[in-house]
């Protein structure tokens, strides 16, 4: 119908305005993103809905979608030529409006739907934008179904159906809303700072968090699709640095970061400590474990080792599985182990029931994360932090790198790090542990100290993650060792940030 789409169109022409335009370098590993207009159309986002849909029939799931947008200049336009693709697919479609992407996955529970298409670039720079998507709720993609959606839509591989339906929720916005407050009530109002960078979360966390009692400080919680703040990550350093001093002039007991499509969390403590996601997952972890003993977690590969070497944790009789970086990765990890709850160190939370049902929801882990704190009484969230064992950690750091060569990148080092492990050679004067290679290579020194590298998922970039038990030079001399090797590349650019 579309026919085969093309990577030549150039706005402003005639041939623009008729033709699909679909980089194929906007299929990523679990989602799909693109720079609009530049890697794809409007009439591209209409193919890349009716091979959605195509796909849906394939696998035999019924043709019912969730959809809904973030809040962009472009957002809702892109979301109509999704749903006009997906209507011509044959699919009923349930178009939420402007949402957070977990307001999208709830809805396949609450209106029964079993497919999701969420509209987002999550945090990335307004001009890009992507599609969260899955067919089994709560998992999203991965991919097997982003390689086969792929190969449908790059092939022209639609196949138009009749029956194609349209719904409309204007007040799913409250329905969500009641949904993730309901049945929390802390015990006394903790005075919070919420950050939302000026994404869609603003629209949604501060009225959460004031519905289960907090006494919500906002901090750029105005929707602007410009970001003028700083990027709403709660990864970057830039936006954790900005709610640390907020912190500190307004006395809140604590700061609580949320990303642009509302589906990760951040923290910053009391005395405006910056506290990475994967040690927040740590105090969540004894949380939780403290009632549920022997409770199974799943973490990936860039998260802090206490997982395993925690006295608390051992001693609740915690079980951990490291696993893939990525938030299809551990949802679908924590769902096929029954484990009682995922974290990512980017600070996707997955809870199972009876606290989450599945997917990753930044609303939902803050409201964790605040009960927790309620649960200690006076102990502040620097106390909390404190009484875990001392470690050095990097931030994640993003060296550019073409979406075409990362991965050759990370198999040459990778080669690198195997090779020394199998000669039983040192490195940084230690014996080499274990050279993990689950999601790009992870090294681990006999004192504990690692390094991990791997491809970045949706964007043009590598990750670099360091951590050591022992010092911040050993941290230090892990992540220079690495950087080392990633210079031998003339292909590595920039970081996007580095200790």
Same mark, same amino acid.
């Given at each position: 119908?579309?026919? /085969?789409?093309?990577?030549?169109?150039?706005?402003?022409?005639?041939?623009?305005?008729?033709?699909?335009? /679909?980089?194929?370098? *906007?299929?990523?590993?679990?989602?799909?993103?693109?720079?609009?207009?530049?890697?794809?159309?409007?009439?591209?986002?209409?193919?890349?809905?009716?091979?959605?849909?195509? $796909?849906?029939?394939?696998?035999?799931?019924?043709?019912?979608? @969730?959809?809904?947008?973030? $809040?962009?200049?472009?957002?809702?336009?892109?979301?109509?030529?999704?749903? /006009?693709?997906?209507?011509?697919?044959?699919?009923?479609?349930?178009?939420?409006?402007?949402? &957070?992407?977990?307001?999208?996955?709830?809805?396949?529970?609450?209106?029964?739907?079993?497919?999701?298409?969420?509209?987002?670039?999550?945090?990335?720079?307004?001009?890009?934008?992507?599609?969260?998507?899955?067919?089994?709720?709560?998992?999203?993609?991965?991919?097997?179904?982003?390689?086969?959606?792929?190969?449908?839509?790059?092939?022209?591989?639609?196949?138009?159906?009749?029956?194609?339906?349209?719904?409309?929720?204007?007040?799913?916005?409250?329905?969500?809303?009641?949904?993730?407050?309901?049945?929390?009530?802390?015990?006394?109002?903790?005075?919070?700072?919420?950050?939302?960078?000026?994404?869609?979360?603003?629209?949604?966390?501060?009225?959460?968090?004031?519905?289960?009692?907090?006494?919500?400080?906002?901090?750029?919680?105005?929707?602007?699709?410009?970001?003028?703040?700083?990027?709403?990550?709660?990864?970057?350093?830039?936006?954790?640095?900005? &709610?640390?001093?907020?912190?500190?002039?307004?006395?809140?007991?604590?700061?609580?970061?949320?990303?642009?499509?509302?589906?990760?969390?951040? @923290?910053?403590?009391?005395?405006?400590?910056?506290?990475?996601?994967?040690? /927040?997952?740590?105090?969540?972890?004894?949380?939780?474990?403290?009632?549920?003993?022997?409770?199974?977690?799943?973490?990936?590969?860039?998260?802090? *080792?206490?997982?395993?070497?925690?006295?608390?944790?051992?001693?609740?009789?915690?079980?951990?599985?490291?696993?893939?970086?990525?938030?299809?990765?551990?949802?679908?990890?924590?769902?096929?182990?029954?484990?009682?709850?995922?974290?990512?160190?980017?600070?996707?939370?997955?809870?199972?029931?009876?606290?989450?049902?599945? $997917?990753?929801?930044?609303?939902?882990?803050? &409201?964790?994360?605040?009960?927790?704190?309620?649960?200690?009484?006076?102990?502040?969230?620097?106390?909390?932090?404190?009484?875990?064992?001392?470690?050095?950690?990097?931030?994640?750091?993003?060296?550019?790198?073409?979406?075409?060569?990362?991965?050759?990148?990370?198999?040459? &080092?990778?080669?690198?790090?195997?090779?020394?492990?199998?000669?039983?050679?040192?490195?940084?004067?230690?014996?080499?542990?274990?050279?993990?290679?689950?999601?790009?290579?992870? @090294?681990?020194?006999?004192?504990?100290?690692?390094?991990?590298?791997?491809?970045?998922?949706?964007?043009?970039?590598?990750?670099?993650?360091?951590?050591?038990?022992?010092?911040?030079?050993?941290?230090?001399?892990?992540?220079?060792?690495?950087?080392?090797?990633?210079?031998?590349?003339?292909?590595?650019?920039?970081?996007?940030?580095?200790?």
């Amino acid at each position: 119908m579309f026919g /085969i789409p093309r990577t030549d169109l150039k706005p402003n022409t005639p041939q623009y305005e008729s033709n699909a335009l /679909i980089s194929a370098n *906007g299929f990523r590993e679990y989602d799909a993103r693109w720079l609009f207009e530049k890697e794809v159309n409007l009439t591209g986002i209409q193919a890349l809905g009716l091979g959605l849909g195509t $796909y849906f029939h394939e696998i035999g799931v019924p043709p019912r979608v @969730v959809v809904g947008h973030d $809040y962009r200049s472009y957002s809702l336009s892109v979301k109509q030529a999704l749903t /006009i693709g997906l209507m011509t697919a044959g699919c009923e479609v349930h178009d939420i409006r402007m949402a &957070i992407t977990p307001a999208a996955y709830y809805a396949q529970f609450a209106l029964d739907v079993p497919c999701v298409a969420m509209v987002t670039a999550s945090h990335n720079e307004n001009g890009w934008t992507g599609v969260k998507m899955g067919a089994h709720r709560p998992l999203t993609f991965g991919p097997d179904e982003i390689n086969r959606l792929k190969e449908i839509v790059l092939s022209g591989a639609g196949v138009p159906r009749s029956g194609g339906n349209y719904f409309r929720y204007d007040g799913f916005r409250q329905t969500y809303m009641k949904a993730v407050s309901e049945g929390h009530k802390l015990s006394r109002p903790i005075k919070v700072l919420v950050a939302c960078g000026n994404g869609t979360g603003g629209a949604f966390a501060p009225e959460a968090l004031r519905k289960i009692g907090a006494d919500v400080i906002e901090m750029d919680c105005d929707l602007d699709y410009n970001f003028p703040n700083y990027n709403p990550n709660p990864e970057d350093l830039h936006m954790l640095h900005a &709610i640390a001093k907020r912190v500190k002039e307004t006395g809140a007991e604590i700061g609580i970061a949320i990303d642009g499509d509302g589906d990760r969390c951040g @923290v910053v403590d009391n005395n405006g400590n910056e506290i990475f996601a994967d040690k /927040i997952g740590v105090l969540l972890a004894r949380d939780l474990s403290s009632k549920n003993h022997g409770a199974q977690f799943v973490v990936d590969v860039k998260s802090t *080792g206490l997982y395993l070497t925690d006295p608390v944790l051992k001693a609740n009789g915690v079980k951990t599985d490291y696993w893939k970086t990525g938030h299809s990765y551990i949802k679908r990890r924590t769902t096929e182990l029954n484990a009682l709850a995922g974290f990512e160190k980017s600070g996707h939370f997955f809870f199972n029931p009876p606290i989450g049902r599945g $997917y990753d929801d930044g609303i939902i882990a803050a &409201i964790a994360v605040l009960e927790m704190l309620d649960r200690a009484g006076k102990t502040t969230m620097s106390d909390l932090v404190d009484s875990l064992p001392k470690t050095w950690g990097s931030p994640t750091m993003g060296p550019y790198c073409p979406d075409d060569k990362k991965y050759d990148v990370v198999a040459a &080092i990778t080669k690198e790090y195997e090779d020394l492990k199998a000669k039983g050679a040192k490195l940084l004067g230690q014996d080499i542990v274990s050279v993990v290679t689950v999601n790009g290579v992870r @090294v681990t020194l006999a004192d504990g100290t690692w390094g991990l590298l791997r491809a970045s998922s949706n964007k043009p970039s590598l990750v670099v993650v360091c951590e050591s038990p022992v010092s911040d030079a050993n941290m230090r001399a892990m992540f220079k060792d690495i950087d080392t090797r990633l210079s031998h590349h003339s292909e590595v650019g920039e970081y996007d940030q580095k200790i």
